[in-house]
């Protein structure tokens, strides 16, 4: 596999407030699937919507027409909807739908859900913005009545769950296009108002009210976790980050950025909706029934021996060394790979005796790469090979990647100065006084290229990285003392990048990190 390379230069612009600096929650809400049954779709919310009051009997908005409470249609993280059946008969108007229907949908959620914290439901707010807007349900009248904040909406039919779960859990081709093409219809305009959906999946497309002239179309509900996409200021992208500790969504459904806690995008919402089309067409996905992180086996296919090589490690991932070079004034410095337990010592020794100490360590197959040099800074070093982590300092070893003691550590003032695996296991150090302002991590199933450049545009610069055969996390950073030149690179080689080292030493580019592990998939 060739080599593959990065590069940052730094932009003059403000980094936006991370790492210790940072406490801020992205906009929406989280959720998780509590999946139960087939569906496997409901989000959380404790009890109805966390609420012990009772639901008043019936229901007056503002100047509305008075709805006594009925059927529950069904319930959510944060509210719960039930049909409404108006007292008195409309005198004017269509009975099946609109502000005089005989039935409509009300949507409660309680002063004290955790979706209220700050007033009226955020999903108001969504609703207003895209109010009229195709496959988006029309909001006839809203406001708070007793402990509940309360919508009237046009009641719909049924879910496209339904529909796939009454025809014997399968839907034809044509059926499936169609509802494909009308899909990206309503996700088109609803992202040209600046939103991405956040929750594409089949329980969140209804059709129209049945025997009505609506009665075929497609709409798309839900919007407590729609989030702006687009600075409504600027008309730019919102700011990139990632928090691994935040999923929003379900599960299922989810893309591969969402299940990454990344900002979300309008690509998220289509990778969702190809997932949902994918489920109603086969009626199931490869990876239903695993559990909120839980590793997901390998899917793998037995090919007969006399295939050609490339075909049977199709679905296979990817390793590769992946190597950050970092500008530096001319130094010597000097690399070991291959190394077994026992030369470690003699390299380390004849190192020290030239001047060099390590920088970086890194382990393939059980065999160690190390990298020596002279701009280090340090006047002593000891090393010790353990079974287990050493003693003391701040430090996390875990199966799966720990990001929320990571952001725990940064609120205390610490920052990461070391990253390793030993096979799936993660080995974290945090430091105080580490020399950084501000510090990011991205974590991705593969090589996370555009997160990378990301960062680089917003000043970071990686100070860390490492990769189990699942993941490949790099840690970047802005230091307090910026260097007068910012340049870096990243290489990723299917051997040890020996030759490539030499090539950027000779333009003063020096290996700051290494570490070999998933990088494509």
């Given at each position: ?400 990647f720990p990001f929320k003691w990571i952001n725990k550590k940064w609120k ?110």
């Amino acid at each position: 596999m060739p080599a593959r390379r990065g590069r940052g230069k730094r932009k003059q612009q403000q980094p936006p407030p991370t790492g210790p600096a940072d406490a801020r929650q992205p906009e929406g809400r989280q959720r998780e699937e509590e999946r139960k049954g087939m569906e496997g779709s409901d989000k959380g919310g404790a009890g109805d919507d966390g609420s012990p009051a009772p639901l008043p009997e019936t229901v007056q908005i503002g100047n509305s027409p008075t709805y006594k409470l009925e059927r529950k249609l069904g319930k959510g993280g944060f509210g719960q909807v039930y049909v409404g059946r108006r007292i008195s008969s409309p005198t004017h108007g269509n009975r099946n739908s609109g502000a005089n229907a005989l039935e409509v949908a009300l949507k409660f959620e309680h002063r004290t859900s955790k979706g209220c914290s700050y007033g009226a439901p955020y999903e108001w707010q969504v609703y207003n913005t895209l109010s009229g807007n195709h496959g988006v349900p029309r909001v006839h009248y809203k406001g708070k009545q007793g402990g509940f904040y309360i919508m009237v909406m046009d009641m719909l039919g049924p879910s496209l769950w339904d529909v796939w779960n009454n025809n014997s859990h399968s839907m034809s081709v044509e059926m499936v296009a169609c509802i494909g093409i009308e899909a990206i219809s309503i996700l088109e305009k609803m992202h040209a108002k600046g939103y991405v959906h956040g929750d594409v999946k089949p329980e969140n497309f209804l059709l129209g009210p049945p025997d009505t002239p609506e009665g075929k179309k497609l709409f798309l509900v839900d919007l407590g976790l729609a989030t702006k996409w687009k600075d409504a200021g600027t008309g730019k992208h919102v700011e990139y980050d990632q928090r691994p500790d935040i999923f929003r969504g379900t599960v299922r459904y989810a893309s591969v950025h969402a299940h990454l806690g990344r900002t979300g995008c309008r690509r998220d919402d289509l990778e969702s909706l190809a997932y949902t089309l994918i489920f109603l067409l086969r009626g199931r996905l490869p990876w239903q029934g695993f559990q909120v992180g839980q590793k997901r086996g390998r899917l793998t296919a037995a090919e007969d021996e006399e295939q050609p090589k490339k075909k049977i490690r199709m679905g296979m991932p990817a390793t590769q060394w992946i190597s950050v070079y970092n500008a530096r004034r001319p130094m010597k410095q000097r690399y070991h790979y291959n190394v077994s337990d026992d030369r470690l010592a003699p390299h380390i020794q004849k190192g020290n005796e030239d001047g060099l100490f390590i920088s970086s360590v890194s382990s393939c197959s059980n065999l160690w790469a190390l990298i020596m040099d002279a701009g280090t800074g340090f006047t002593a070093q000891v090393h010790e090979l353990s079974h287990y982590f050493l003693h003391k300092q701040s430090y996390k070893v875990s199966d799966s990647f720990p990001f929320k003691w990571i952001n725990k550590k940064w609120k205390e003032g610490f920052y990461v100065t070391a990253l390793a695996t030993a096979g799936s296991r993660w080995a974290v150090v945090m430091s105080r006084n580490a020399g950084f302002t501000h510090q990011v991590v991205e974590l991705d199933f593969l090589y996370p290229s555009e997160g990378i450049h990301q960062r680089w545009d917003s000043g970071y610069r990686i100070t860390a990285t490492a990769a189990t055969c699942d993941q490949v996390a790099l840690i970047l950073s802005i230091p307090r003392r910026k260097p007068n030149d910012e340049t870096q690179e990243t290489l990723r080689t299917s051997a040890f990048p020996g030759q490539h080292v030499k090539e950027k030493w000779a333009k003063n580019l020096y290996l700051g990190s290494i570490c070999y592990g998933r990088s494509v998939s």
